[in-house]
């Protein structure tokens, strides 16, 4: 993972995506310093850096501890974004993607929301925002917040486009992050609809194209950010003959 990293910096990819659960804050971190080393970027303010915090740590004495922990893996002073990963808190402790419903605890989400603001204020994170928040959850954090969410990332793909989250997220100058934008065959949660869809395969049979080419278009039509690839450099970000 941290060839691929180093790697992807070096072909001028600039945005990466990490979270505590992936496991790959560390060996990012290590990725961006040998970057810096070998020269490939000159400094690590070209690089954005967004990463995420776990459901255990979803609890407003957790999330700096969390952050802090967060940063000494990347080895770096802040992050350009850091996200609430899932709208649950969990049992305090060492807890993986998978865990059982008495593991399951009610969000305080304006205590935590508090404890993420107080990370931005502390200079710990330039942006702030939530992943796989549903309109009736941001609405409540958007009732006590002091500073609204910067991002919602989220499950958005030509078979599953989220029209009335994103229109409210519009309205509310909520940026919107698709994630899974191929679908999600082989997790937990998703399907193989997408690649599979009949409507996108007669679309390949008239256009010359594939269905991953024409997903990724209809998401970057949509002005969104897709994370499912690494955002290469400003100049080199626009499709090209998709």
Request: proline share 2%; aromatic share 8%.
């Amino acid at each position: 993972m941290k060839e691929t990293f180093r790697h992807a910096i070096k072909l001028g990819y600039r945005h990466f995506d990490s979270a505590a659960i992936y496991q790959s804050e560390q060996l990012l971190g290590e990725a961006i310093q040998d970057a810096l080393s070998l020269g490939l970027i000159k400094s690590r303010d070209e690089l954005f850096i967004t990463s995420k915090l776990w459901c255990n740590d979803g609890h407003h004495d957790r999330i700096l501890p969390a952050m802090q922990k967060t940063l000494s893996n990347l080895k770096l002073e802040d992050v350009d974004l850091c996200l609430i990963h899932m709208l649950v808190s969990l049992k305090t402790g060492e807890i993986g993607m998978s865990f059982e419903k008495e593991d399951i605890l009610p969000m305080d989400i304006k205590s935590v929301w508090e404890a993420v603001e107080n990370c931005q204020k502390l200079g710990l994170a330039k942006s702030i925002g939530v992943s796989n928040f549903s309109r009736k959850k941001l609405e409540t954090l958007l009732s006590t917040a002091k500073t609204h969410p910067a991002v919602n990332q989220m499950e958005m793909n030509p078979y599953w486009q989220q029209k009335q989250l994103r229109e409210f997220c519009e309205k509310k100058g909520i940026h919107i992050t698709a994630y899974s934008p191929l679908g999600a065959k082989g997790t937990s949660w998703g399907t193989n609809w997408v690649m599979e869809c009949e409507v996108l395969k007669e679309i390949v049979n008239a256009k010359g194209r594939t269905i991953a080419q024409i997903s990724l278009r209809w998401v970057y039509e949509q002005g969104k950010c897709c994370c499912e690839k690494l955002q290469r450099r400003e100049d080199e970000r626009k499709p090209r003959d998709i």
